[in-house]
C-alpha cells in the first residue's frame, strides 16, 4: 500500500472514526478480572492514539511532500550504485559529447498536481545514480508553430526530507504556471524534477563526496544530458536555470556558482550558503567539504566573476543574510537579487514558498532574456523587498515601505 496513495488515507480515516467509536461502545460492557478489563481500555486507547497519529502524519506529508515513499519514511533506500572519484569538473574525465544518447521512457506520474507531469527512471552513466525524474512540458512544447523550437529548461530541487513531486503537488507549480506560459507572461520552461533524496536519512547536499555519492555529477550532468537527448530543450548554460527552497534552494544557488558553463541562473527561496545550515547534510561532515559546497566561498574565490543570475528569497535568520552575503560580494557579471521576506509572512513551510513561485518565475523570465522573442543577456541588477502578505509576495506588488528591513 503507497504511503502517499488514497487507498492507505481512506484506511487511516476508516480506522480512526472505528478507533472512536470502539471505546464508546466497550468501554462498560468489558467482562473479566479488573487487570484484564484495564489492559483492554487501556489498548483501546493506544489504538486510538496512535491512529490519530498516523492520520495527521499522513495529511501532513501529503501537503508537503516530505516522503514520497516508505522507502524514504524508513531509511532504507538507497539509490546510489557508484561513487567513483569524478574529479573537479564532476565528469571524471569523461567526454561528454562523446557519451551515447540517453533514450528514456516515460509513463505519467500519479497523485496531486502531476496533470501532465510524466517520470522515467534514469541511471546516471556518469554519476552512478539510480532514480526518478519528472518532466512536464509547456503549452507551446506541442504546437505547430514550435516543433522546431528548443525550449529553456528549469531544475527543481526539492527540501530535504522532500519528495521530487513537491514543486508539482505542494507548490502547485503546474497550476500556477501554465495559465502565464500559454498567456506569454512566463517564458515557456520545460520543468524537469529530480530526486534529490539519494541516500537514507541524510542530505547529500549536491555534492560529489568519492565513496558516498556524486549528486552534484547527477544533477548538473546526468539529468541535464537526459533531457536535452529526449526533448526539444536548450543547452547549458544560457537555456538552463535552477529553482529550490530551504535545502534545494541551497542547491540550486551552489550549482550555478560552481557550473556558470551549465546553469546561466539560479532560484533559492529560504536557502543558505554554509552547508552546515541543514544538519543532516553530508556536505557539512568536514571544513574541506564545507568550503567546496558553499556557494558564498566558490563566489568570493572565483578567479572571474561568473556570468549568472541569482534570485535570493528569504527571511531574517532564514535566508536573508546568506542572500545579502551574496550580494554583496557579487561583481558583474554575476547579478544578486534579494526579495526580503518579513516574518509575518509566515514560516519555513510550502505556504510561505508557493506564493513566491511566481514572481519568481517572472523574474527567471526577464533575466534570461525569454520575452517577446528577446535574446539571451543580463538585465540591470534590481534589489527588491518583499511584502508582508502572501497576495504582496505572489503580485510582486510589495515595497520597502511595507518590509522593514534588517541587516
Known amino acids: 500500500m503507497s504511503l502517499t496513495g488514497t487507498t492507505f488515507l481512506y484506511t487511516l480515516i476508516v480506522l480512526s472514526v472505528v478507533a472512536v467509536l470502539l471505546p464508546l461502545a466497550l468501554w462498560s460492557r468489558l467482562r473479566g478480572p479488573k487487570p484484564l478489563r484495564a489492559l483492554g481500555r487501556l489498548l483501546m486507547v493506544l489504538f486510538a492514539q496512535s491512529t490519530a497519529v498516523a492520520l495527521v502524519f499522513v495529511l501532513v506529508n501529503n501537503e ?16 546510489v550504485e557508484q561513487a567513483a572519484n569524478l574529479g573537479a569538473d564532476g565528469t571524471g574525465g569523461i567526454a561528454l559529447k562523446r557519451l551515447p544518447r540517453v533514450r528514456q521512457q516515460f509513463s505519467p506520474a500519479s497523485g496531486p498536481g502531476m496533470g501532465g507531469v510524466r517520470v522515467t527512471q534514469l541511471k546516471g552513466r556518469v554519476s552512478g545514480v539510480n532514480a526518478e525524474v519528472y518532466v512536464w512540458l509547456p503549452p507551446q512544447y506541442h504546437q505547430a508553430a514550435y516543433r522546431h523550437h528548443k525550449f529553456p529548461v528549469v531544475e527543481l530541487l526539492s527540501g530535504y526530507p522532500g519528495s521530487a513531486k513537491a514543486w508539482f503537488g505542494s507548490l502547485h507549480a503546474v497550476h500556477q504556471l501554465q495559465p502565464l506560459m500559454r498567456d506569454g507572461k512566463v517564458a515557456p520552461f520545460i ?24 549528486a ?95 534570485y535570493q528569497s528569504g527571511q531574517p535568520g532564514d535566508g536573508y543574510e546568506a542572500a545579502t552575503g551574496l550580494e554583496q560580494i557579487a561583481k558583474a557579471p554575476t547579478t544578486v537579487h534579494v526579495v526580503y521576506i518579513p516574518k509575518s509572512a ?37 534589489r527588491s523587498t518583499g511584502g508582508s502578505r502572501p497576495a504582496e509576495l505572489a503580485s510582486g506588488s510589495a515595497s520597502p515601505a511595507t518590509a522593514a528591513r534588517k541587516p
Open 64 to 79: 508537503n511532500n516530505l516522503y514520497d515513499n516508505w522507502a524514504d519514511l524508513l531509511g532504507t533506500g538507497n539509490h
Open 191 to 214: 520543468l524537469v524534477a529530480p530526486r534529490m533524496n539519494l541516500l537514507a536519512g541524510v542530505d547529500t547536499g549536491c555534492a560529489n563526496i568519492t565513496g558516498t555519492v556524486n
Open 346 to 382: 509566515g514560516g519555513h513551510n510550502m505556504a510561505l514558498w508557493r506564493p513566491q513561485v511566481i514572481p519568481a518565475f517572472h523574474w527567471l523570465t526577464e533575466e534570461m532574456g525569454l520575452l517577446h522573442g528577446r535574446a539571451g543577456g543580463p538585465t540591470p541588477r534590481v
Open 216 to 310: 552534484d555529477s547527477w544533477l548538473s550532468i546526468d539529468v541535464p544530458k537526459m533531457v536535452t537527448d529526449n526533448f526539444r530543450a536548450q543547452p547549458g548554460p544560457t537555456g538552463w536555470a535552477a529553482a529550490g527552497y530551504s535545502a534545494g534552494g541551497h542547491c540550486a544557488t551552489k550549482l550555478a556558482v560552481a557550473h556558470p558553463d551549465r546553469y546561466r541562473a539560479a532560484i533559492s527561496m529560504s536557502g543558505y550558503n554554509d552547508p552546515i545550515g541543514e544538519r543532516n547534510s553530508l556536505a557539512a561532515e568536514t571544513p574541506a567539504l564545507r568550503r567546496a559546497n558553499n556557494p558564498y566561498v566558490l563566489l568570493r574565490e572565483a578567479r572571474t566573476p561568473p556570468a549568472i543570475a541569482l
